[in-house]
């Protein structure tokens, strides 16, 4: 086993994780073509998923600039992640990867800079039942006479614009007595996914699609092309009909699931270098898309709804990442990249998406500045799926600059850099832990829970064990007699103790006690390892034997002389009695004699654990640990 199989086994024990091995080599086969791309990365071309596959939820369905479809992180989450494995998005926009994550039993971490991401999520992992939403929708009091602070003529008719207004005011105003729940919160997510939009399910004239907003002067310039004016919209009526549509999926096991994960899910405004509240080696799993290069000004397209919510958008500009050249952008990367390796966990994965670009292929750039800060590249996924100009591909128009399809690079943290990190030291520490002995634990408790079975006391004032005694007694002195007729011809002194053995089996077996070797539980006779004999005693209970030999002169040393393996064939089969019989030996020319005995029983004895690092001649004498062979 080389060192990175070695850690990884470790890692497994110390993480629990579940490891997943081979599933690289099996991706490969699955998918089949694979080439080497420019930087000598591995590039999979497949068909992911296909638009016949199962549609997603319902509850995805809501606009965001450049948001990916839930088929992606659907499709990562089942192959990277398990039941309750932590996923985070630092780049969430809508939260597709946080809502396919719950939807699929996972723990959401959610991240964006922009507020406006946490208030499109949240609500959607409590979805309220329809009642609920147009009860109180019922309950909230609309004031036709009430105008925004700023002038939104352009788009809203002016009773829909005192509409919501009230709806605004509302909401502010639970959230400050802190009584907003989450009907309101859900509430809050669908007007303002509803501000503006291109068809009549929004509370606008015709404008921009929805994952845009139109500044006030692109406004005016829609309406004096289109002639048109903006016409009054029943606020409450748009928004009951958005809610049934995306609760349609939503099944009330589905409701409960969601609820249950709620409970856990996290929801960040930090930017992507500095996840400040998220520990280290902590996510098992990151689905992403960063902001692209030059593409989009998320604080641009969300001013309405930012201003919906109560929020200052200009305060957002310096906060939002914008970047125009490539260089900006790789270190923008790298720097997301590098916080990325630390909240991941050790084997954990990172599947980063970005679109294509005329000049630019990104998925190099992520390629290179991941495996700068450490990361082990799996493959870049490049989906195969067929699409015309007009379709898009995951989310994302092809027709909208330059942007056609998408490749995901998949990073695992893996590899040598873990070895010479600072988790080698947690690693060390732990292996320490494990050799350290564990001292003084009761025989009793080690045989119980190593095969089930009690260790009988031997009570000495029972009649039955004062007979089991007087049997032994007889039967060892027997044994004594039996050896020193001819004495043991052997070399050394535990030689002698084995060939003793079977002089004290005949003798228990001639005074009526069947002594053997014990069987396995699965029914075969071992001889090796604790304990040496079984035997029957008249009252049919079963009684175990150790044999051994001792030296007087060493009795009260620390010289270690009982030892017991665990092992998964244990010779413990019946609740018994453990004794052991133990011969002081003498030699004389050449032949060991017994001098005397000793009978113990061991239901009393304290044992100490010692772990050992072994290796097998298999692999000791392995061709490629010899530097030298010799031979006469
Ligand atoms: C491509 S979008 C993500 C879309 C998302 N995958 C979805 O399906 O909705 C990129 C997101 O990154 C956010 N963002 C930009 N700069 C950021 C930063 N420095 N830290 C965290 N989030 C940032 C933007 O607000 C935007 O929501």
């Avoid at 925004?148 to 959230?175: G, P």
């Avoid at 998220?278 to 799993?285: G, K, M, P, R």
């Avoid at 045989?447 to 089930?452: A, D, E, R, V």
């Avoid at 050449?590 to 304290?606: H, M, N, P, S, V």
Wanted: with cysteine; hydrophobic share 35%.
């Amino acid at each position: 086993m080389n060192i990175k199989v070695f850690i990884e086994n470790f890692l497994k024990l110390i993480y629990g994780e579940k490891m997943k091995e081979n599933e690289e080599q099996q991706m490969l086969f699955n998918f089949g073509k694979y080439t080497i791309g420019n930087k000598g990365e591995k590039r999979i071309y497949g068909n992911f998923w296909t638009n016949k596959q199962r549609q997603a939820n319902s509850i995805h369905e809501i606009s965001y600039h450049a948001c990916f479809k839930p088929q992606l992180p659907n499709y990562f989450l089942r192959k990277y992640s398990n039941l309750r494995s932590i996923v985070l998005d630092p780049f969430a926009g809508r939260g597709t990867t946080a809502i396919e994550s719950a939807l699929l039993g996972r723990i959401p971490i959610s991240n964006d800079i922009n507020p406006i991401s946490k208030i499109l999520t949240e609500p959607r992992m409590q979805p309220p039942r329809y009642d609920e939403i147009l009860e109180r929708l019922n309950n909230i009091g609309f004031d036709e006479n009430l105008e925004t602070d700023i002038d939104l003529s352009m788009f809203y008719h002016k009773k829909t614009e005192a509409e919501i207004v009230s709806l605004k005011n509302y909401l502010q105003s639970r959230k400050e007595d802190g009584k907003e729940d989450y009907i309101d919160k859900w509430i809050r997510m669908v007007a303002t996914n509803r501000l503006t939009g291109h068809s009549k399910s929004f509370f606008s004239v015709y404008s921009l699609p929805p994952n845009q907003s139109a500044t006030k002067e692109e406004q005016i310039r829609i309406n004096k092309r289109l002639q048109q004016i903006p016409p009054y919209r029943d606020v409450k009526k748009i928004i009951l009909k958005k809610s049934k549509s995306l609760l349609k999926d939503i099944t009330p096991s589905i409701r409960e699931n969601l609820f249950e994960i709620a409970k856990y899910a996290v929801f960040l405004e930090e930017d992507s270098r500095d996840l400040k509240g998220i520990e280290s080696n902590y996510v098992d799993l990151t689905i992403t898309s960063p902001p692209f290069i030059n593409l989009v000004d998320y604080v641009k397209d969300n001013w309405l709804r930012l201003w919906f919510n109560g929020y200052d958008y200009t305060s957002l500009k310096n906060k939002v990442t914008i970047l125009n050249k490539l260089a900006d952008w790789a270190l923008f990367i790298r720097d997301t990249l590098r916080e990325l390796y630390r909240v991941t966990k050790p084997m954990g994965y990172v599947a980063f998406e970005v679109g294509e670009t005329k000049n630019a292929d990104l998925s190099e750039i992520v390629y290179e500045k991941g495996l700068e800060v450490g990361f082990q590249h799996i493959a870049t996924f490049i989906n195969l799926q067929k699409f015309t100009k007009t379709s898009n591909i995951w989310g994302v128009d092809n027709n909208k600059k330059g942007t056609n399809t998408n490749r995901i690079v998949l990073f695992q943290k893996t590899g040598d850099k873990l070895i010479d990190e600072e988790y080698v030291k947690e690693l060390e520490e732990t292996i320490a832990k494990m050799i350290k002995p564990l001292k003084g634990i009761p025989l009793k408790i080690v045989i119980k829970s190593l095969s089930g079975f009690e260790v009988l006391d031997f009570d000495k004032n029972d009649p039955r064990d004062k007979e089991l005694l007087n049997c032994l007694v007889r039967a060892l002195k027997n044994a004594v007699e039996a050896i020193n007729k001819e004495g043991i011809d052997s070399a050394r002194p535990n030689e002698a103790g084995n060939a003793v053995e079977s002089f004290v089996k005949e003798a228990l077996t001639a005074i009526g006690c069947e002594a053997e070797t014990p069987n396995t539980l699965a029914g075969k006779k071992k001889s090796s390892g604790y304990p040496d004999i079984i035997f029957k005693d008249q009252y049919g209970r079963y009684n175990y034997l150790e044999c051994k030999t001792f030296n007087q002169k060493d009795l009260n040393s620390s010289l270690r002389t009982f030892y017991l393996s665990p092992s998964s064939n244990f010779k413990i089969t019946t609740n018994a009695h453990h004794l052991l019989a133990s011969f002081e030996m003498d030699k004389k020319n050449d032949r060991f004699y017994a001098k005397g005995l000793k009978l113990l029983t061991l239901e009393k004895i304290k044992v100490d654990v010692k772990n050992e690092f072994n290796a097998n001649n298999k692999e000791l004498y392995r061709e490629d640990n010899i530097l030298f062979e010799y031979y006469i």
